[in-house]
């Protein structure tokens, strides 16, 4: 780990269409304050050049592209994430266990400097009626539940959950387990399509290890002031 890295359990969530209203947020953060999040719209519209340029300004960064697909192609781009250097990189657990434990396999080659391995289980803006559409019998926190332990068993290091879910899944995992939490949303914020939301301070409360956090930040009219009084209020 560099010297500068943060603390603070913020990942900021570069969701941009546009290259230069990533670069004047950017431009305002440090890598102290928070790591970055490259999704599927960032890495779809640039490439592992996104991921290469902030990692040259210092910034740990969780390549969130949640793999899902037959165990030799995710372990193979699990791989190819190993190669780029990244902090994080997702899959999905829906994807089993052969899957998961496929991914881990490949990271193996890599030891200490393998980027941490976490698996999506229910997404933060499903609702439980959602789930029954899609055939998954019971509500999202015992879906969450089984997910994350299946997810353990396979040997990766956490998962991403909603914040409403960290009570169970601290309950059922050890303390090392990493459960990374999107949808939060500070007092007063906008939901957007996020519907298992929490605060930030909350979220950590609840057993969050890292906290994802986008428009929140990204689309406030005072992006650093925004992070800064997030920061401030975990104590950062
Ligand atoms: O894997 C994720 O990061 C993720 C999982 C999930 O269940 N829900 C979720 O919102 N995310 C991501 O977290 C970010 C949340 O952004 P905001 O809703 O703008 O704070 C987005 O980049 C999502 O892709």
């Not at 004047?24 to 960032?42: I, N, T, Y």
């Not at 998961?100 to 997404?123: C, F």
């Not at 290091?157 to 939060?184: H, K, N």
């Amino acid at each position: 780990m560099s010297s500068k890295t943060p603390l603070s359990p913020v990942i900021i969530a570069l969701d941009f269409a546009r290259r230069a209203e990533l670069d004047a947020l950017v431009d305002q953060l440090d890598p102290s304050q928070c790591r970055l999040k490259v999704g599927k719209e960032l890495f779809t519209l640039f490439g592992p050049e996104i991921v290469r340029s902030l990692q040259q300004r210092g910034f740990e960064v969780f390549l969130d592209l949640k793999f899902h697909d037959i165990p030799n192609t995710t372990a193979a781009a699990v791989a190819a994430a190993a190669e780029l250097g990244v902090w994080m990189v997702n899959v999905h657990a829906s994807g089993g266990a052969k899957m998961m434990s496929a991914a881990k396999t490949a990271l193996l080659p890599y030891g200490k400097d393998a980027p941490l391995l976490i698996a999506v289980t229910v997404l933060t803006s499903m609702h439980s009626d959602e789930l029954a559409a899609i055939g998954v019998a019971g509500d999202a926190p015992a879906q969450v539940s089984r997910l994350a332990a299946l997810t353990a068993e396979c040997g990766l290091d956490g998962v991403v959950c909603s914040a409403q879910e960290t009570p169970i899944l601290r309950a059922q995992s050890s303390d090392q387990f990493l459960l990374v939490t999107p949808g939060i949303r500070p007092a007063g914020s906008e939901l957007g399509d996020q519907t298992r939301v929490a605060t930030p301070a909350d979220a950590m409360a609840m057993g969050s290890s890292h906290l994802v956090i986008g428009r929140p930040v990204t689309r406030s009219a005072n992006p650093l002031a925004a992070l800064k009084a997030i920061n401030q209020s975990l104590g950062y």
